[in-house]
């Protein structure tokens, strides 16, 4: 009796040891807490930039691990996104290319240095992380080069209903680049008021006119 | 003469970048970093963290040479690649900047929040850059070995991987988004994966520098202050949480990196 309960003793004093040393690190869950806890601390306002855009939408707070979502998750994600696309007024997909390299080459916006968060005063940034005027050799390599994005797509005239798919996708991967692919590196520019619908316009108008440089 | 030839070459390689860039942009800087070795205007902040270190300043009047970084009081040589990490005095892991400031608080009597809350390059602030890069230059060659023994270092990696991945902000970008992947670019600047280990003075490994495009000694604290702000978040605080933890992942990912910090960037 009495050596059983020595034992016991002993073997809680153990059990207590092995937890002591288990317990050196939360679980992967309070982990995840923890953190959101350090970041909600460690920020403030700045200028435009306030704290809430910390504040993580289903998406951001989804693919803010190294691994994808599960697939449930990333078609949930990709159909609420799809479902936010904002259409053109009258079906005008289309501005002038020369207004969207302007953009396109323009990467300010949004930080807490800027004075203003109206699209007026953002750039599209496009060249940071893509090529897309071949005469342009300062580009990124974050995303896929959009060199001849409109010719090897086979647009020869934008209001050609054949082309209508293109225009479409190209219009919503712009306006919220999560409906086509749930966790893309590519911000939202439509959705997140980034760019307003004629800025938009341009854009698509370098990327799919066949008279823009994008696409000799 | 020599001195006047050299510095023409170095004009002649920052004109001749963007043209080289697209192939070796990093081959480029590499060789104006070279023709800039017996000057790299860091030695200046290093010079003057030195004798910032040696003087008796503060309302104390005191020294930072009984200031412990880690490694004993006093012990400057090799502290660098074992930073951030945990203090039993403070009973927090500390990158190398707010642990300055607490020796400054602590030694000198300088009050830490008034420090941390100067903005880069100006008063004590601009000191603490200076300090760091003396500190830093100490361990230059030395490879990084941060400590991951104590529970709390351990926690703070967790904590600073989660912080990496955080996405969030207008733009929807992590620090992942740009320094995840190897061989990516923005514009013509190589963005080093920080996730693992990316090579000897890179990443983690290079600052503090010198930055050759706007004449100022940054430490690894506006390192990431700037990246947040083109990360488009709201302004990390000076020695935040999230700020120690994110510099604990990258340098315990970097285990084995030779420090070349002060370095010289663009």
């Known amino acids: 009796m009495q050596s059983k309960r020595w034992m016991k003793s002993i073997a809680t004093v153990t059990l207590a040891a092995a937890l002591a040393a288990c317990a050196s690190l939360p679980s992967s869950a309070e982990l995840d807490r923890q953190a ?29 691990v190294p691994s994808a979502p599960s697939p449930e998750l990333v078609k949930r994600i990709e159909a609420e996104s799809l479902a936010t696309i904002k259409w053109p007024a009258g079906g005008r997909y289309f501005g002038d290319w020369r207004e969207g390299e302007k953009l396109a080459q323009n990467g300010r916006g949004m930080t807490w240095t800027d004075a203003s968060a109206a ?29 001849n994005y409109g010719k090897l797509r086979g647009v020869k005239d934008v209001t050609d209903p054949a082309a209508l798919p293109i225009v479409q996708y190209t219009w919503g991967k712009l306006w919220n680049s999560k409906a086509y692919a749930a966790c893309s590196n590519m911000p939202r520019f439509g959705h997140m008021g980034l760019l307003d619908e004629e800025q938009l316009r341009h854009v698509m108008a370098l990327l799919l006119d066949p008279k823009s440089p994008v696409n000799q | 003469m020599k001195r006047l030839w050299i510095g023409a070459a170095g004009l002649m390689g920052l004109t001749l970048l963007p043209v080289q860039a697209q192939k070796s942009s990093a081959d480029a800087i590499a060789e104006y970093r070279k023709m800039l070795e017996d000057g790299n205007p860091a030695d200046l902040f290093e010079a003057k963290g030195e004798a910032l270190w040696k003087q ?30 945990h203090f039993a005095d403070t009973g927090k892991v500390q990158d190398l900047e707010s642990r300055l400031v607490t020796c400054m ?23 603490v850059t200076a ?14 070995n941060l400590p991951q023994s104590h529970a709390e270092e351990r926690r703070l990696y967790e904590i600073g991987k989660r912080v990496f991945y955080f996405r969030g902000g207008p733009y929807d970008f992590s620090c992942a988004s740009c320094h ?52 488009r978040f709201p302004y990390p605080g000076f020695g935040s949480e999230a700020t120690i933890a994110v510099s604990t992942f990258m340098g315990v990912n970097a285990k084995g990196a030779e420090s070349i910090a002060p370095s010289i960037k663009r």
């Open chain 1, 119 to 147: 699209p007026k005063d953002n750039g599209a940034s496009c060249y940071n992380c893509h090529q897309i005027d071949q005469k342009e050799i300062s580009f990124g390599t974050i995303g896929p080069s959009l060199w």
């Open chain 2, 180 to 231: 995840g992947e190897e061989g990516k670019r923005i514009r013509l600047q190589d963005l080093p994966n920080l996730t693992k280990n990316p090579g000897d003075g890179i990443g983690f490994a290079a600052w503090p520098a010198y930055r050759v495009s706007n004449g100022q000694m940054w430490s690894m604290q506006l390192r990431l202050n700037d990246c947040y702000r083109q990360q």
């Open chain 2, 105 to 127: 608080a602590a030694l000198q009597g300088f009050n830490a929040d008034e420090i941390a809350k100067t903005p880069f390059g100006r008063a004590e602030q601009e000191n």
């Open chain 2, 131 to 144: 300090l760091a890069t003396y500190v830093a230059a100490a361990s230059r060659g030395l490879r990084f």
């Open chain 1, 36 to 64: 959101q806890a350090t970041m909600k601390a460690s920020f403030r306002d700045q200028g435009i930039a306030k704290v809430d855009r910390l504040n993580q939408d289903l998406g951001q707070q989804a693919c803010s």
């Open chain 2, 56 to 85: 008796k300043r503060g309302p104390k009047n005191a020294s930072l040479e009984q200031c412990d970084l880690g490694k004993g009081p006093g012990v400057v040589k090799g502290a660098f690649v074992e930073l951030p990490r």
